[in-house]
Structure formats: C-alpha cells, structure tokens
C-alpha cells in the first residue's frame, strides 16, 4: 500500500531540516543544479503546459535521464517514435518525431504531478519518492538514494536491477535532495516558490504563469475568436482561436507551431493589443516577454509603477563613480550625436566563444550585431574574458548565455530609448539576472564575476548592477 503523504510529511521535514551534503559530493550536486538552471527556459515550457514548476521537471529529467533532451522523460525512449518500452505508446497525441517538452508534458500528465497543487520541499520529496518507488522504505528501511544520496542522510543500499536489492552497494547518482539544496544557492526563485506551497510564487519577478489560459480564452472570447467553455485547457478550439487571433496581428505563418509557442504568443498579441511593448511576437518567451507580462499583471492591479519606475531611478546618482575610459563614451542623453540614428551603422561582431541563445539555449549563437564604434572594445572585453575564465568556467558561470545587443525599443520600466536601440548594449544570462534584482538576488552580484565587469570598465563600459543595483544583466558604452 502506498504511504500518503500525510503520513511522511513530518519526517522529510526533519531530513530535509538536517541534510548535510558530503564533501565529495558537493560538486556534483552544483554541476546538476547548474545544469538545471542553464536549462530553465525548456523547463520552463512544460511548466507552462502542466504547471509542475519548472525546477522540478529539472530534477526529474536530471534523475531521469542525466538531463538529455533527445529522449522520453517517461523511460528514456528515443523521441523519434512513441515510446516502447513502459509506459508504452506515448504520448498518445501529437505524431512522432516529438519536441522534448511536448513528451515531457505528457510524462508528467501521465504520472499525475499535474495534479499537484501545493509545491513544498516536503511535498517535492514525496511526489518524487513515489515516482521512483517507496520499496527502499517499505522493505529495507533506509532513506531511498533517489533522494538522499551524497548526503548525511544515506550511506548504502540500492535496487541495483529490477527486484534486486544489494545492500552494501553504495549509489553513484547524487540524489534529488542535495540538487534542490544546490538550486536553491544558485537561484532564489526556487526557495521562495517552495516557502509560498505554490509554483506561482516566481511570477511575480518571471511571468511565464501569468495570464493564464482561462484568461487567454476570455480575452478572445470577448474579441470574439472563442466561444467554447472557458475551462483552462489549451485544446484544438483554444489553439485555433489563438491562430486566428494572430493572423489579425499580421503573425500568419503559425500553422505549424507546437502548443507551448502558440500559448506564449497570444499572450504576447494581448499585451501588444494593450499597448505593451512585446518586442516580436513569436513564441518565445524572452525577457522582453517577461517584463511585458509583468506590466499586464500590474495594470490588471491598477499599478502602473512597473512602466515608470525608471525614469525615477535614472534621476537617482550612480552608487559608483563611471570608470575612468567612460570619457571615451558620451552620456545618454547624447547618445544619438555620437553613434547617430537608432539601429544605423551596425557591423557584425563574431564571439571568441560560442554563446547560448539565453531564452532558447540549445541555440547555438557565433555572431550578433553591435554598432560599429563599440566593436572593437566588446571584442577585448570578450576576448580577455575567455583569457581569464577559460571556456568551462564561462559555461559554468552563464557568461555564455547571450542576452543580445540590437533591439530598437523602449528602456524596460521607462520612457526613454534603450541604450540597445543603438547596439551598444549587451544582456547576460538575464533569468538569472532580472531587472529588478539587486545583489541580493542577482548571480552577477557574487564575487566571482568582479573580473567579468572590470574587464568592461577598463574599456569605459559601465554595468548597471554595479551602478544602480538592478539589471545586473546588462552592460553599456554610455555613461549617466
């Protein structure tokens, strides 16, 4: 019989309250995590579509399957045809070769994490020791490796095959448990999501759960593109109706976009059709995307802070005295004079280093677009980075995680034009960055990445994380 979660509740909080990671098992713990976070926008999507929060599907697809993405989350199964092995046959809907995390959905759906509504480190531990199987508990009365292993709380004992128990054996995989402990340091979203017993408590700093799609169906039920029920699901009339809302806001070639990418896009068409500035509409869920919805759900509280906090703070003087090549730079307001008309006199600047689309990470991004006068000064900056870091630590750090530089719009939370509509701006690893963290949250903020914005500084760049304390993220070649 399996135990309810009443009954062990008690006893994971006395676990979890008392874990103490092994020594040599702390690095593994961190490269999971790390991983975990590096992948958080695809993790993010199946959150969007079952709502299991999005660092849980992480760790399930790291105990899973050591976070591949070219197979089932169910069994492992390649994603080039249903599965075979059990559970066979999925997913159901959809036809083969399958996207991750269309499968991954449907993995969860399957096993009814879906079903879950309230997401505590306590409850976390339950849902995934029932996942693997209680037999670790029930017949041998240890704490299952799944979870416990490289900490205080496991030494050995492990279902080495089906139905084959050694006891002396000692498992090789770092349990569930010491990864949460370690995405909690790397990312504070995780613990204040987990403190709240719900997966939204993020929305309010990332708004991938905001405007939900009972809201989407009222909003184009009233447009009118919907008249079916207003019941939350993202079936065939929803997603027609968001295809035929679309093609009104000039998006046409839809046809053939997956569930997740059609779902973000007519929230990015609402926001545009309330005047928000969405950037494109195309289905990814960018940061752009984000601070656009966040602005949604403010208005809908009828605070409009969210759009103006900026030009306040822009009045406000730096925490920090501009380095001493910033003369090299204009300020702000005589951006224009200097580099000359937004989005003009661009050239193509090609990375030292491979980086990572930050929103899309499996694209891989050799070159941008920056204005021509910064060109050369990104490029050592770039270039003593790797010098300095080397290729790993750069990948471990997420200063590989391109933010981009062009893009002709509004400063976020303000009026006035971004230093990006010029390209002479770049973003980092901005999930980890967002633009209103301070160094409290912001990972830009910790000591390891004090020789990251120096670099910047010796070229007269300034960061304004280190300026302002929010939007840690970005860099510029202009001075306040």
Known sequence: MVPQFAQLQNGYTRLWET??????????????????VNNKREYRIVETLVGVPWFVVGIIHQMESGGNFKTHLHNGDALSARTANEPSGRPINGNPPFQ????AADALHYDKLDQVTDWTCERLAYELEKYNGFRSRTEHNINTPYLWSGCTHYDRG????????DANFRSKQIGAMPILRSLQLLDPSVASALASQTPTAQAADAGQL??????LQSRLAKLPFYGDEIDGSLGP???????????TQQITDVRNWTKA?????GKQALCQLDGIDVGEIDGIHGPQTEYALSVYEARKRGDRTAEAWRDQE???????????????WPEQSDVERFFGEKGENQTKLIFPYPMRLAWQTSTVCRSTVCHEKIHDAALRVLTRALDHYGIDKIRELGLDLFGGCLNVRLMRGGSAWSMHSWGIAFDFDPDRNQLRWGKDKAVFAHPEYK????????EGAISLGRCRNYDWMHTQFAVF
């Open 158 to 165: 492990k279902f080495v095959r089906d139905n084959i128990f």
């Open 237 to 247: 009339k929803t997603r027609n109706a968001i295809r035929a809302f679309l093609v």
């Open 314 to 328: 822009e009045k406000k003087p730096p925490l920090v005295k501009a380095p001493p090549k910033s003369t090299c």
């Open 210 to 215: 905001q405007l939900d799609v009972k809201e």
């Open 19 to 36: 874990m103490t990671i092994r020594s040599e098992w702390a690095e593994k713990a961190n490269q999971a995590a790390r991983a975990i």
């Open 451 to 458: 020789r990251w914005f120096d670099l910047w500084e010796e």
């Open 100 to 103: 991750w995390y269309e499968s």
């Open 261 to 265: 990418r059609l779902l973000i896009a």
